[in-house]
């Protein structure tokens, strides 16, 4: 029996913020499946900062998300039917399967789909603290920042997915974690739940001089550690406390992500204070995803690595939930539940 579904295509790219016209909701059905492919329905749908850059026909990391198909994002779900002697119907999976309540998967390939355990963790912590946000947040600490006991590690868009993992870890690891995030909800959310030692509301501090004077008070000891994903003045005025020798892992810039300029406003700042600053892409770095998803996975197991989740329901709220998404609307991990 043929299985029709719906997805949601990349219909234009956008000039600017993104709009409800750059998507279109379409039924498809699945082809019949080949020898090695599994048919897979998907729970949830992971949106993220990053799916902004590869809507532009632009010079990136990626390839540009192509017009007309299934918008990319990462998925976790069921096998309901499968040719491939790794994966039978029931076995629960996570994989990048797009905006869409099911997808066709060649399990043949090496690393496109995986099998996880939902015994202890829950299914959709896959697509967050034990999936790409968290091993983001766990690579730029441990393989850039490198993290000494009693040092302080500051993180920008601390709520986040990525950033609220990173302040966990930081702390774990004996240093003073200070969060950047916009409101006071937010903010109170960073320190009782998640544990860090302070957050500074930038909406409240809205400019690079009260920023800086909030900094000085929250990280008295200067700053060691920068792990930045917003960019923009923020950045600028993190510059101005690092100490010598900091290091800082750029893993976003989403104030730029709508094509505004981001100049640097004392780029001398990282000769003078000798700063390592360094970009990243998790997914260029697999060989250390086992080490960071079984420290990550134990953490959230036994409850010491705390998240929350901003649920939007259906695949057709995906457009207005990742318009959100990227004004921070979001509360921790953006997802969309598709069953």
């Known amino acids: ?25 379409e039924s498809v059905t699945a082809p019949d499946l080949a020898d090695g492919q599994v048919l897979v329905r998907h729970h949830y749908l992971s949106l993220d900062p990053y799916m902004r850059g590869r809507m532009n026909d632009s010079r990136s990391y990626a390839q540009p998300q192509p017009l007309d198909e299934t918008m990319i994002g990462g998925t976790v779900g069921e096998v309901v039917e499968s040719r491939n ?5 029931g076995d629960k999976v996570v994989g990048m399967g797009g905006w ?3 997808a066709v998967v060649d399990a043949s390939q090496r690393g496109v789909l995986q099998k996880v355990d939902t015994t202890h963790i829950p299914l959709s912590a896959y697509l967050g603290a034990v999936g790409m946000p968290g091993v983001t947040g766990w ?22 997915a990525v950033g609220g993992a990173v302040g966990q870890l930081a702390k774990a690891r004996g240093c003073r974690a200070v969060g950047i995030a916009g409101g006071p909800d937010k903010c109170r959310y960073v320190v009782e739940e998640l544990g860090f030692d302070a957050c500074i509301d930038y909406k409240t501090h809205s400019d690079g001089k009260a920023l800086n004077k909030a900094l000085k008070e929250a990280a008295p000891n200067g700053i060691d550690c920068y792990f930045e994903n917003v960019g923009g003045w923020i950045m600028d005025t993190v510059l101005l406390r690092m100490n010598a020798f900091g290091r800082i892992a750029v893993c976003g810039m989403i104030a ?16 003078v204070s000798r700063l ?6 998790v997914s260029e770095h697999m060989e250390k995803w086992p080490e960071a ?15 929350r989740e901003t649920v939007s329901q259906g695949l057709a709220s995906a457009p207005e939930a990742f318009m959100g998404l990227l004004k921070g609307a979001n509360f ?3 997802l969309v539940k598709l069953i």
Do not use: W
Request: charged share 15%; aromatic share 8%; hydrophobic share 40%.
């Open 332 to 334: 921790g991990k953006q």
């Open 139 to 160: 690579y730029g600490l441990t393989q850039i920042c490198e993290p000494k006991a009693g040092e302080t590690v500051v993180v920008s868009a601390a709520s986040g």
């Open 85 to 89: 002697s790794h994966f039978k119907a």
């Open 293 to 307: 998803l079984k420290e990550l996975g134990t953490l959230v197991a036994t409850g010491k690595l705390k998240y």
């Open 1 to 25: 029996m043929a299985t029709t579904f719906n997805r949601i295509v990349l219909a234009s790219r956008p000039t600017g913020p993104v709009t409800p016209d750059n998507f279109r909701l």
């Open 276 to 281: 390592k600053m360094q970009g990243f892409i």
């Open 256 to 271: 730029g992500y709508n094509g505004e300029p981001l100049p640097m406003a004392n780029p001398a700042l990282i000769l």
């Open 100 to 102: 869409a309540e099911y």
